[in-house]
């Protein structure tokens, strides 16, 4: 009678871990899919480049082309001569061209004009890049490298600093090909300010590896601590009842045993695996235990690294 009942109770509480380990299990897919996918995808996407070879020496490193191998170690690339990416040339507007492309058009349209696919749900609306009015951030060289870089708060354009960038100098002077008027003349000490940034700082690219391997180390991980033994069930002994009654999902709970920190302080553990119920593979019933029976416990799951006389009080947070 009170077995039924504590073994339906152990089901709801499994079932309740179950979806508990089910929504993290998405949620880590979905930071995974963001944090590796979606860039990777971007960079799929992007249509080839021109080829960077004939690009002055001191430039040719800010090149980089991000659609390059997906395993790559990081590097710091050297600062780039401001000489090679202020003024507009044909080979800063061929690239600019086609970064637009991959980057741009969407929103902005193929010509600049404000009228990509995607204006339907845009608001505020982009700018005509091929006419002087309306234009809220400005148009000179300086003007639009910060609107690139930073993108505008609370609008559709976005920040694309991912952009190296010289790549994003290249970006700026074909939105500025694009229009026929007069640009005005630069603010002097902008310029000299974008060049010194240029002239003085390198970017860090990070190291990356494929989504492909990415995931066999996790999985590798998640792999390498075996699952809780549970006691057999004709084992009637105080020890496994208790086992029986606190593990609810063996897999994830020696995840949660083999990453117990401060493994002397009863307390302490006793605070960490309470908090963590039930996605950490424990049942709510460690709520319920006296210290003997986490005593016990500890003594079961992390061997003799449990003190003889365990305080509950004393620990550390
Ligand atoms: C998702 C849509 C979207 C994409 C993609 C996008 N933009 Fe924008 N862009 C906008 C919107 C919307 C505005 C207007 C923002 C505002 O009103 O402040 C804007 C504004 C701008 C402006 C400022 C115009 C002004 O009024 O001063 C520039 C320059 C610009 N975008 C360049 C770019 C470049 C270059 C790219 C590609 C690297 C790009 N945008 C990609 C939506 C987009």
């Given at each position: 009678m009170s077995g039924e009942r504590k073994s339906s109770w152990r089901g709801e509480?499994?079932?309740?871990?179950?979806?508990?380990?089910?929504?993290?299990?998405?949620?880590?897919t979905f930071l995974l899919f963001g944090l590796i996918v979606v860039p990777a995808l971007l960079r799929e996407r992007r249509a080839p480049l021109p080829a960077p070879s004939d690009q002055p020496a001191a430039a040719s490193v800010g090149w980089l082309d991000?659609?390059?191998?997906?395993?790559s170690?990081?590097?710091?690339?050297?600062p780039v001569d401001p000489?090679?990416?202020?003024t507009a040339n044909a080979k800063l507007l061929a690239r600019g061209e086609a970064l637009f492309k991959q980057n741009c058009t969407s929103c902005h349209g193929d010509s600049g004009r404000g009228d990509g696919p995607a204006v339907a749900t845009l608001n505020p609306k982009p700018r005509n890049f091929t006419q002087p009015d309306k234009?809220?951030?400005g148009f000179r060289v300086t003007d639009i490298f910060t609107t690139v870089t930073t993108g505008s708060k609370g609008t559709g354009m976005a920040p694309f600093d991912f952009i190296l960038p010289a790549d994003r100098m290249a970006l700026?002077?074909?939105v500025r090909s694009l229009g026929a008027f007069d640009h005005g003349a630069e603010d002097p000490a902008a310029i000299a300010a974008?060049?010194?940034?240029?002239?003085?700082?390198?970017?860090?690219?990070p190291n990356r590896i494929p989504v492909s391997l990415a995931i066999k180390k996790m999985v590798q991980e998640q792999a390498s601590v075996p699952p809780l033994k549970l006691p057999a069930d004709d084992d009637k002994s105080e020890a496994a009842e208790l086992l029986r009654r606190v593990i609810a999902d063996p897999a994830v709970a020696a995840r949660t045993v083999a990453a117990t920190a401060n493994r002397g302080n009863l307390a302490a553990l006793a605070r960490a695996w309470t908090a963590g119920v039930p996605g950490n593979g424990f049942s709510t019933a460690l709520t319920g235990l006296h210290l003997e029976e986490w005593h016990a416990l500890a003594a079961t799951l992390l061997g003799a690294d449990v003190p003889e006389v365990p305080s509950l009080d004393g620990g550390a947070p």
């Open positions: 509480a499994e079932g309740l871990a179950n979806r508990y380990a089910v929504a993290s299990g998405v949620a880590v991000q659609a390059e191998a997906p395993a170690q990081g590097k710091d690339l050297p000489a090679t990416v202020l234009w809220t951030r700026v002077h074909y974008l060049a010194n940034q240029f002239r003085s700082q390198g970017v860090h690219i």
